[in-house]
């Protein structure tokens, strides 16, 4: 037939075409019966083996967890989570020092303001502890710019087994509560005051009448200590107190080498002394000249900033002094009428020990 293309020939020569009339358009009714031995017959396939014929299937999300026991019983002797941990003491090491790490040393050991310990530090406060009160002694920090100044206090710990320990500086502020630590500190027992039962007074005595700034206490005790007074009264205090931690900081150990006494009604007992010939002279702005010379036995009374001396003492003493202005360079009036009573004290001191 003229117009018709000749049947395109097949590209798998072994592939017979059916008839025609056969042919619906659907590859379904194809011959796919082996042939012999042709290499293109379909094998049989065999069944997979499962890789684990045993396993169980997954448990579904809503059933509980399968339980996880140990295949095998746990030891009597191993303490549980919820215990706390077991205790490990430290094996005595004969004569030598316990110098301890920070991580032995719980975080409250910084903070030695606490019980029947106070924190002292500055190199002449704490060597003065050493000089006159070393059972006092607890325990000591140092940094490594202050360890030749406190070798013998070191060496002295070590043999007494006082626990020492070197920190950096950044710790040591830290430890000593203050910047201005001069790289050494010490937990030691306070000062306590003494009771006046029985204490004859001899030579110049210091009678505090509501002095309650403490870092005026510290540097009236300094004083005291560099003229060397016989004694010093803290009124208003009980025997047995402690002595206020900051005036015994800033004493920079003055108070070390005091005879402290506390008297809790300070009028009477300078009433009883002034009867048994003990000269009591208050020390207040307004009043008379120092004499040029100091009476014996003396004792000197100081109020406090703001009030002064009290209205009992007052009538107590002998006489009332005071340390008056000098004019300034033109003639004029002072610009400052009164003092500091650490340094009305000091120039009292100064005049009765020297005078």
Request: aromatic share 6%; glycine share 10%.
């Amino acid at each position: 037939m003229t117009g018709q293309k000749p049947p395109r020939p097949s590209l798998n020569p072994r592939r017979k075409k059916p008839p025609a009339g056969e042919q619906s358009g659907s590859r379904a009714q194809e011959d796919r019966s082996p042939r012999g031995d042709s290499p293109y017959r379909e094998r049989s396939r065999p069944e997979r083996a499962k890789p684990f014929p045993n396993r169980e299937k997954s448990p579904r999300r809503d059933s509980p967890p399968p339980s996880r026991a140990r295949p095998y019983p746990a030891r009597e002797d191993s303490p549980r989570r919820d215990s706390p941990p077991p205790t490990r003491s430290r094996p005595p090491v004969g004569d030598s020092p316990r110098r301890e790490s920070a991580e032995s040393l719980p975080p409250q050991e910084f903070t030695l303001d606490a019980g029947d310990t106070q924190t002292l530090f500055g190199q002449k406060a704490c060597l003065a502890v050493f000089r006159h009160r070393p059972e006092a002694i607890v325990r000591v920090y140092h940094t490594a710019v202050a360890r030749k100044v406190a070798a013998p206090l070191l060496s002295w710990a070590a043999a007494q087994h006082i626990p020492y320990r070197e920190l950096p500086p950044e710790d040591m502020v830290r430890a000593a509560g203050s910047p201005h630590h001069e790289g050494l500190a010490l937990a030691a027992r306070p000062l306590r005051l003494a009771p006046l039962d029985g204490v004859t007074p001899e030579g110049v005595w210091l009678a505090l009448d509501g002095v309650e700034n403490p870092y005026n206490q510290g540097a009236i005790l300094r004083t005291a200590a560099f003229f060397g007074l016989n004694g010093v009264i803290i009124g208003g205090a009980r025997p047995g107190d402690k002595l206020n931690a900051a005036a015994w900081r800033s004493s920079e150990g003055g108070a070390e080498g005091l005879a402290l006494y506390g008297e809790q009604v300070l009028s009477l007992r300078l009433a009883q002394w002034r009867k048994e010939g003990v000269f009591v002279a208050g020390l207040e702005t307004g009043g008379k000249p120092l004499p040029g010379t100091p009476p014996g036995p003396l004792v000197l009374a100081l109020g406090s900033e703001a009030q002064g001396l009290s209205t009992a003492l007052r009538k107590t003493c002998s006489e009332v002094w005071g340390i008056a202005p000098l004019p300034s360079p033109e003639g004029g009036p002072a610009a400052v009428t009164s003092l500091n009573v650490s340094v009305a004290a000091a120039i009292a001191m100064a005049w009765a020990r020297r005078g």
